[in-house]
């Protein structure tokens, strides 16, 4: 992943379907940003009903940042010559959280496990290469609860540290929701827990 231990890189939107041919066969290629396994599976389903004449469906994904988990799928084709060829591409460029769809009409020339390597990774890079690549930061959410007293404390302490704040809840007390980005974390909450009074909880990570 990246340098900065709390960003990395993804694909902002579904990228154009790109279309590598060989020896009459068609590899139309796909790249997804995605989040979960559940939407890989839904994907999945939607592509093959969009090309049912299609032969093979190969994939691969790589979900996660701080823990990765990825799989790969050659759907009926040689063993490694098809996922394993799309999932180089993802980690040649450093992606995660990223499905790649490489759907394979036969032209009825085989190609050979050599041809079929060349062919989905050319997909899968051209998949790629059509998508918006885009940088995230990991922030931790944080609830602040306090009396109105401390308002301008908390204020201009926030403010200090430039922090946004995500939702507020005023009622008999106020309530903050921030978002602080990871590597920041830790010296803005030490300041924050010098306020006597504040009352502060991590709520999650958020990618």
Not at 13 to 25: M, R, T, W
Not at 60 to 84: F, M
Not at 108 to 124: H, P, Q
Not at 174 to 199: M, Q, S, W, Y
Request: include cysteine; aromatic fraction near 8%.
């Amino acid at each position: 992943m990246m340098n900065d231990s709390d960003q990395y890189k993804t694909i902002k939107e579904q990228s154009p379907p790109v279309l590598f041919k060989d020896k009459g066969s068609k590899f139309f290629g796909y790249a997804f940003p995605v989040s979960n396994q559940d939407e890989v599976k839904h994907i999945i389903k939607n592509l093959k009903k969009e090309h049912h004449a299609a032969r093979h469906w190969c994939y691969a994904y790589r979900l996660g940042v701080e823990s990765l988990i990825y799989r790969v799928n050659d759907d009926g084709e040689p063993k490694n010559s098809a996922g394993q060829p799309i999932y180089g591409q993802i980690k040649s460029a450093d992606l995660t959280n990223i499905l790649i769809v490489v759907v394979r009409y036969f032209g009825g020339t085989k190609l050979g496990v050599g041809g079929l390597i060349n062919a989905y990774k050319t997909a899968a890079r051209e998949s790629i290469s059509s998508a918006k690549i885009i940088t995230k930061t990991l922030k931790l959410s944080y609830s602040l609860r306090f009396n109105y007293d401390l308002m301008n404390t908390v204020m201009r302490e926030l403010k200090a540290s430039k922090i946004s704040i995500i939702d507020q809840q005023m009622t008999d007390s106020c309530t903050f929701t921030i978002g602080i980005r990871k590597k920041d974390a830790p010296h803005v909450i030490t300041k924050l827990k010098n306020i006597h009074g504040l009352e502060i909880r991590k709520i999650k990570l958020d990618p």
